[in-house]
């Protein structure tokens, strides 16, 4: 294994090309759908619309990928496709306005500007699709203007052979498609390059216009509420933060590490032959047992993305239905096979419950934080961009334990930096086919340094490589992670299924309630986490300290509120002797 410190480093023995892109002309592409027309958001698009109203500048409002094309196609046909496939899918013809009930407005007929970009002189072919793909993404994000837009397209052209398009790219808006609805654009688009007739693909189905209409019927109305139980009760188990390294202070940068792993791939799929699960439950179940062994957890409650197309009249649509959901994986004393089992089981039961209205989740979880006393990340601790198929559960058969013992030398670990997010840690599975390739993504190294990164990926690499020839018992699996469960310190202490540190929640209610004296003790009386502290002209109630302290928790990353609050008019000589502090003024928890 080796590390690489710079983003993009090639592997291959192939020297790529050097590409420099030219921009040359804007084709307008006319398109004419079968209607136009208006409505209400879907759940799925009024949860990007809000959670992007708060951060319009998130590195994911736009999604850019590259399209297929066969072979070397003209710029006409490509322009053909691209008018087949925006009049296709309403979607991508579709603008939003916001305001206190946002609308969706679908275009019937429009243009979409298709940017043209000239390659160097000399021959281009398929070989070169690869490095011309990536570098026209590129541009298209480099010169990308503030103007919304469902869609933006670009390709490279060939200028000595007639400019022949060598590679298309796209960016779509978040708000318009999700991942999943970018697989099916996708393969829209390479069939109605090999097929140029709209009706080679049959009729395209639901639309997102269809789908808020159907949101609005009674059974529907239903589902999402029974879904905003579901998560009310797991809201009530998540803790505030899976965990930390001891010593852990907030202040560091953004960074994430890829494990490039064929080992893992090969392991995966026979895994998942031998289970029947998914692969990428195959892939969590591993996360899983690592992350649980290292947090000192036997249960983990999850942030997760669901894509919602358990529907049939779902699996072809193409919007944004993606939200998140919470799955509880009991890791306990499972052995690997049954974690495998367990963890896809976890996964559909969570996925069930995500199709909800966000507005009415954010005022839960607000009640739910206050009375808990902490701050809650539901950015998904693990994403898979990885389509699943059946041929992906049963095509491990036949790899010798040889062939990936042996492909171990090859895997790599690279780091790069990235935009900040709001949890510890969060994993991203890019990559199933060939090669695994797995993010560990850390919004704060302070928090959750590279070294641990890193040490996690690898982790749970020999997890997959030790259970691909059959299953791993649990006896076996501390060994197979060699990493030591944090402890801490000594005074961290496990409250409301939340590992803390109580020197984090002094330094929490210090800074809060200051200049008060305050001490906060680990136990009192049979109650955890109790904080005792002198009156002031601002704190006089329990309610007041606890709203001062939740209103600075997300400063304190690795801090919960205390338990109970214990006001007094005067503080003893020494206020970490519990006894000595005077009769209170007031005691409570603060809650509501």
């Not at 210090?510 to 305050?518: C, D, F, Q, W």
Request: aromatic share 4%; with cysteine.
């Amino acid at each position: 294994m080796s590390a690489d410190t710079e983003t993009g480093t090639e592997t291959t023995p192939r020297r790529r090309r050097r590409v420099l892109l030219t921009p040359a002309r804007s084709i307008p592409v006319e398109f004419a759908g079968e209607r136009g027309g208006e409505g209400p958001l879907t759940l799925g698009q009024l949860n990007i619309h809000k959670w992007l109203g708060a951060m319009p500048e998130h590195s994911l409002a736009n999604l850019w990928v590259e399209l297929p094309i066969p072979g070397t196609p003209s710029i006409d046909e490509v322009t053909g496709a691209a008018a087949a496939l925006i009049a296709r899918h309403e979607s991508l013809r579709t603008t939003y306005v916001s305001g206190e009930e946002p609308r969706q407005q679908v275009a019937k007929t429009g243009v979409q500007l298709l940017e043209v970009c000239s390659l160097g002189a000399g021959h281009w072919g398929p070989r070169d699709r690869p490095a011309v793909a990536e570098a026209l993404i590129r541009w298209l994000r480099e010169h990308t203007d503030s103007a919304w837009r469902p869609l933006r397209m670009a390709v490279a052209v060939a200028p000595d052979q007639g400019d022949r398009v060598i590679a298309c790219a796209a960016g779509f808006a978040h708000l318009t498609v999700d991942h999943a609805a970018i697989e099916i654009l996708k393969r829209d688009f390479a069939g109605l390059l090999d097929h140029p007739g709209r009706g080679q693909l049959g009729h395209p189905g639901h639309q997102p216009l269809d789908q808020a209409e159907l949101e609005t019927t009674p059974a529907e109305q239903r589902r999402a509420e029974a879904a905003l139980e579901y998560l009310r009760a797991q809201t009530q188990r998540i803790s505030h933060c899976l965990y930390t390294v001891p010593g852990a202070r907030p202040g560091g940068e953004s960074l994430a590490v890829e494990l490039s792993s064929v080992a893992a791939a090969m392991a995966v799929r026979q895994i998942a032959a031998r289970t029947r699960a998914s692969r990428s439950s195959t892939v969590l179940a591993a996360v899983c047992a690592v992350v649980a062994h290292r947090a000192n957890r036997r249960d983990l409650v999850l942030p997760l993305l669901s894509n919602n197309r358990f529907d049939h009249h779902l699996t072809g649509y193409v919007g944004s239905l993606v939200q998140g959901t919470l799955a509880t994986v009991e890791a306990g004393d499972r052995d690997f096979d049954e974690l495998v089992g367990h963890t896809w089981a976890a996964v559909m039961e969570a996925s069930r419950h995500a199709r909800y209205d966000a507005a009415k989740r954010s005022a839960m979880d607000e009640l739910v934080e206050h009375e808990r006393g902490l701050r809650i990340s539901y950015d998904p601790l693990f994403n898979s961009l990885v389509p699943e198929s059946w041929s992906g559960l049963t095509g491990g058969v036949g790899f010798q334990a040889g062939r990936i013992d042996a492909a171990l030398a090859q895997t790599r670990l690279r780091w790069r930096p990235m935009p900040r997010a709001g949890t510890p840690i969060r994993f991203s599975l890019n990559q199933l086919d060939g090669c695994l390739r797995l993010d560990a993504w850390s919004s704060d190294s302070g928090l959750m340094p590279r070294a641990e990164l890193e040490a996690v990926l690898l982790a749970t690499e020999r997890v997959l490589v030790a259970a691909a020839p059959g299953d791993l018992p649990r006896a076996r699996t501390p060994e197979v992670i060699g990493l030591e469960p944090i402890t801490g310190t000594p005074d961290r202490i496990l409250v409301d299924s939340c590992w803390v540190d109580v020197a984090d929640v002094q330094r929490l209610v210090e800074a809060a309630v200051a200049p008060a004296v305050a001490h906060v003790f680990a136990e009192v009386g049979g109650r955890p986490l109790v904080a005792h502290l002198t009156a002031t002209a601002t704190v006089r109630t329990p309610e007041q300290a606890h709203a001062r302290c939740m209103a600075i928790l997300a400063d304190h990353p690795t801090a919960i509120t205390p338990r109970q609050y214990v006001i007094c008019d005067a503080a003893p000589s020494d206020p970490a002797d519990p006894a000595a502090w005077p009769a209170p003024s007031a005691t409570g928890s603060g809650r509501r």
